[in-house]
């Protein structure tokens, strides 16, 4: 007998978030057999040299048979197809769930695609980095980030405490909220973030008067920061712009709008407005220090190396 | 006999970069002596205590007095009030220079009130945390970093190569640009980014639709990045946007522009634009790796642990 929470765990999509959720589950001994699908031969390939499942599939629908919990862990302009492709082989009684940065979206998409007799559970961990692919996972990823799930009136409570169970069992916190108003939440502490930081990377590189050499050997001024950021992977924050077009827009609004204020104050020299400004956005990183939502080592706890190391050399 | 540089340093001003300086200097054997001034006497008190220097001064004169090169590391706001301090106490061929973030106005606040007799090399470097005050500063600050200094036609050939020798002996890539090419290169690599990072903490901080708890609480998707440049000085920061305002609205202009023509693709599901961006970013990341002035460990290499640690507690 096992202590698992779920036998079969399939995992439909082996990136990042999926591999990390493979690897996390494994570790914890949350599920006792993991089935993994990909779209991409080239992935489910490595996902099996780097053993992290107990069998691979090439069709989601194959690795959701009989499984106790689906997760689709793909960028979410490819949930509907996902839905599709797993609906005709879901067990009655199983959980399918998501991780998708988008939930109003997937929710559309997914719903009414799939049986009445499956519980259907949006989540979001919010947890990531810059790397893409099966081999940038790891069972600690979610470890103190918040995972958001996204239960309806419907939801079942015992299917829900099961997969706050699971994530829990991750090392996550776990937070419920309605997909409108995780968008929301979410357009301004993860997606205007990337938009902004996307936008000042591509200012640099298309400015005539300074040279992407200067930018890349100054960069330790600030603009590095944000190349982490603008360095995640492209389809996935397509997809996340597309899918949560108003509520981005929304905050963009709101930013535009201050970032106008600033302006006309650092030309107008209104230094006091600056100050007050400068001074109040401590606060926040004090509270984010607190909740242990980041590193309060000096600049991230970055190594100051005494010797340059070119990782292309 | 010492294989130092210079025999008396002085520093005024003993924050992050000072006292960085100072510890910097003294680990490499670089001066033989350092003299510490600081208008406040809090801070010049901490500095004695944190040994720092070998001689503590309230009036910047008396540190400056018989030095051989005298380093203003105060915000540049106050750079002008440095020169007219130490001018009349300056010995012939003292060399003067700064590590404010804007060189043009530093220019025209030093130059005026410094004798003939002295040479005057504006330095900039482009390394810092978000931590301030003596406390915050250590020897590796400077390693692999870039130090930008501004000679003129009639900067001495031999004084400067004393100085490119001293932030060198630091651990410093020097590089050599006149005051206006700085100023308008650090706009895009320090000063956008910094008022960019203030702007979106600010506005998440006064929507009324999510709480600052929220925030906080989901900044790991991506915001968390922000706060830790919004949590520099105020009054460091302040001054920066005062004195390089040209250049700031300058390239604050593209961003701008940059950024409807993102929200436009947005509004109208322009999901190639959005992608082919997304991917030309990336390209500056792996630019600013392969120079080593950041780190390619996943997140900054930023510590992902089992159990969280509050600071205030």
Chains 1, 2 share one sequence.
């Not at 959980?95 to 799939?114: A, E, T, Y």
């Not at 996972?137 to 419907?154: K, Q």
């Not at 990377?201 to 100054?218: H, I, P, Q, W, Y």
Request: glycine share 8%; proline share 5%.
């Amino acid at each position: 007998m096992s202590d698992a929470i779920f036998s079969r765990l399939a995992i439909v999509g082996i990136g990042l978030i999926g591999s990390s959720i493979a690897r996390a589950a494994r570790q914890n001994g949350l599920v006792d057999e993991i089935a993994i699908a990909d779209l991409s031969p080239v992935i489910l390939e490595r996902a099996e040299e780097l053993g992290l499942g107990d069998s691979y599939h090439a069709s989601a629908g194959d690795a959701a048979e009989s499984a106790d919990l689906v997760i689709a862990c793909v960028p979410v302009g490819a949930a509907e197809a996902v839905a599709k492709a797993i609906a005709p082989h879901l067990k009655p009684g199983a959980i399918v769930s998501d991780v998708g940065s988008v939930k109003g979206s997937v929710v559309r998409q997914m719903r009414p695609h799939l049986p009445d007799n499956v519980q259907f559970i949006p989540a979001h961990p919010v947890a990531g980095t810059e790397y893409s692919g099966p081999d940038a996972g790891f069972a600690e990823l979610f470890v103190n980030r918040w995972s958001i799930l996204c239960p309806d009136e419907a939801t079942d409570v015992r299917a829900l405490d099961r997969l706050v169970a699971f994530w829990a069992g991750m090392g996550a916190n776990v937070e419920c909220m309605s997909a409108e108003r995780h968008d929301l939440v979410l357009a301004i502490t993860s997606h205007l973030p990337h938009l902004i930081a996307y936008n000042i990377v591509g200012t640099a590189a298309d400015l005539e008067k300074v040279t992407e050499s200067e930018v890349m050997k100054f960069s330790a001024g600030g603009f590095r920061d944000f190349t982490r950021i603008a360095a995640s992977d492209p389809t996935m924050w397509r997809d996340v712009f597309l899918h949560n077009r108003d509520a981005v827009l929304e905050v963009l609004g709101r930013f535009q709008e201050d970032l106008f204020a600033l302006q006309r104050q650092i030309r107008w020299g209104e230094g006091d407005k600056l100050y007050d400004l400068f001074t109040r956005t401590r606060t926040i990183r004090r509270g984010i220090l607190t909740l242990g939502q980041d590193a309060p080592e000096a600049d991230f706890g970055r190594a100051h190396r005494p010797v340059p190391k070119a990782p292309s050399e």
